[in-house]
T-cell receptor, first 111, second 115 residues
Framework: GQQLNQSPQSMFIQEGEDVSMNCTSSSIFNTWLWYKQDPGEGPVLLIALYKAGELTSNGRLTAQFGITRKDSFLNISASIPSDVGIYFCAGLGGSQGNLIFGKGTKLSVKP | GAVVSQHPSRVICKSGTSVKIECRSLDFQATTMFWYRQFPKQSLMLMATSNEGSKATYEQGVEKDKFLINHASLTLSTLTVTSAHPEDSSFYIC???????????FGDGTRLSIL
């Protein structure tokens, strides 16, 4: 079945540093999504990517949809303590619009 | 926009109790709603997909008689955990989608604890 490989699994960085995480897949997706989940809450949509090669920003976040539609990266610039959380990539596929999730990247930011 | 409200946020109840969780899309019509279960330190696991007015589609291994889903309107879906037991304790999250190629927007989840 479809799977997303997300890396790294976890990151420990200093406040102010830039962060990069990525997702790859053996399958093609029409839409890639990046979510952030805080403890005890549901995921919040950060960025949605619809076109191959698309580069989209949301504040300090930048994400790109790979040209092959099989990969995506998310960059966070100048990290701050509130960036702490788990970041999930997700590919939108299937006739019912099911999401295929990566296993998440846990980000820890040291003040 | 795209706000999804999930209620209750936390439930603690005795074994054998049935628990209903509501998921509402507040500012858009959701053609499809999804129910997930999440174990600690793991990703979301899809339980079922529901479309308004039709029976839910359950993922393999999810008991449809145990987890009853009703999607009565374009803004409301409910998940009822029937005769809940301690092994049903988990974090349940719903999501709503305005169209098949639209992003899913998630509720804040329900922490279910069965004693």
């Amino acid at each position: 079945g479809q799977q997303l490989n997300q890396s790294p699994q976890s990151m420990f960085i200093q406040e102010g540093e830039d962060v990069s995480m990525n997702c790859t897949s053996s399958s093609i997706f029409n839409t890639w999504l990046w979510y952030k989940q805080d403890p005890g809450e549901g995921p919040v949509l950060l960025i949605a990517l619809y076109k191959a090669g698309e580069l989209t920003s949301n504040g300090r976040l930048t994400a790109q949809f790979g040209i092959t539609r099989k990969d995506s990266f998310l960059n966070i610039s100048a990290s701050i303590p509130s960036d702490v959380g788990i970041y999930f990539c997700a590919g939108l596929g299937g006739s019912q619009g099911n999401l295929i999730f990566g296993k998440g990247t846990k980000l820890s930011v040291k003040p | 926009g795209a706000v999804v409200s999930q209620h209750p946020s936390r439930v603690i109840c005795k074994s054998g109790t049935s628990v209903k969780i509501e998921c509402r899309s507040l500012d858009f019509q959701a053609t499809t709603m999804f129910w997930y279960r999440q174990f600690p330190k793991q990703s979301l696991m899809l339980m079922a997909t529901s479309n308004e007015g039709s029976k839910a589609t359950y993922e393999q291994g999810v008991e449809k008689d145990k987890f009853l889903i009703n999607h009565a309107s374009l803004t409301l879906s409910t998940l009822t955990v029937t005769s809940a037991h301690p092994e049903d304790s988990s974090f349940y999250i719903c999501s709503a989608q305005g169209g098949t190629q639209q992003p899913q927007h998630f509720g804040d989840g329900t922490r279910l604890s069965i004693l």
